[in-house]
């Protein structure tokens, strides 16, 4: 269904203005997944996000036969203050992140953790996200039925003990813990929120 992409390109578009980069990954067995980089001067944020990742609905990988029409679709969105860290190099785990549905069969949904093995740039000290809800910053975009709207979903860096300490509490305390210590999630370089 590619004729979705060029939608969910323009919804990006409308809501964070012309990307003043692009770059492309292909991985075995998935479709090429871009990642537009958008970056805002007014408030000194970059923001990536991936094309590619909604051209399928996601399904259970233990289904037999994939359904091409039915199912949740997605792109992810990343943000984070410019010109702290080296995180253009986010591209490469991001467009990893988009392709998962297709090479692993999971489905990507808020309060999931995505793990990318790694730092998610040089010196990161993140190697995992939590997945937010969608329709804050960019709205969910609308198909025609019978097929499920695209969502946006915010990631949102998480570091080795905030993930182990999601993976015991859950993604509702996380959030909370982070909005109760006025946490600054876009900071590429924040700490771990405190979490005895």
């Not at 909604?54 to 039915?70: C, W, Y």
């Not at 910053?137 to 499920?148: G, H, I, K, R, Y």
């Not at 909370?176 to 210590?181: A, G, V």
């Amino acid at each position: 269904m590619a004729e979705i992409l060029p939608l969910v390109e323009g919804r990006l578009r409308d809501a964070l203005g012309e990307p003043d980069a692009r770059a492309s990954v292909t991985f075995v067995g998935a479709d090429r997944v871009e990642v537009l980089r958008f970056f805002d001067p007014a408030s000194g944020v970059v923001r990536y996000a991936t094309l590619g990742m909604s051209a399928a609905p996601m399904s259970d990988s233990t289904l037999m036969v994939a359904d091409t029409v039915h199912g949740p679709r997605a792109e992810l969105l990343l943000s984070v203050r410019a010109g702290l860290a080296p995180t253009d190099e986010v591209l490469r785990p991001l467009a990893v992140l988009a392709a998962s549905p297709q090479v692993e069969g999971v489905v990507v949904a808020p309060g999931a953790s995505l793990d990318v093995g790694g730092p998610l740039w040089p010196g990161a000290p993140f190697s995992s996200v939590l997945v937010a809800e969608s329709g804050g910053l960019v709205a969910d975009l609308e198909l025609p039925e019978p097929m499920d709207p695209v969502r946006f979903l915010p990631l949102l860096p998480m570091t080795a003990h905030e993930a182990a300490w999601k993976r015991a509490r859950g993604a509702q305390e996380l959030q909370e813990r982070w909005l109760s210590h006025g946490s600054d999630l876009r900071d590429p370089l924040r700490g771990a929120v405190p979490l005895d």
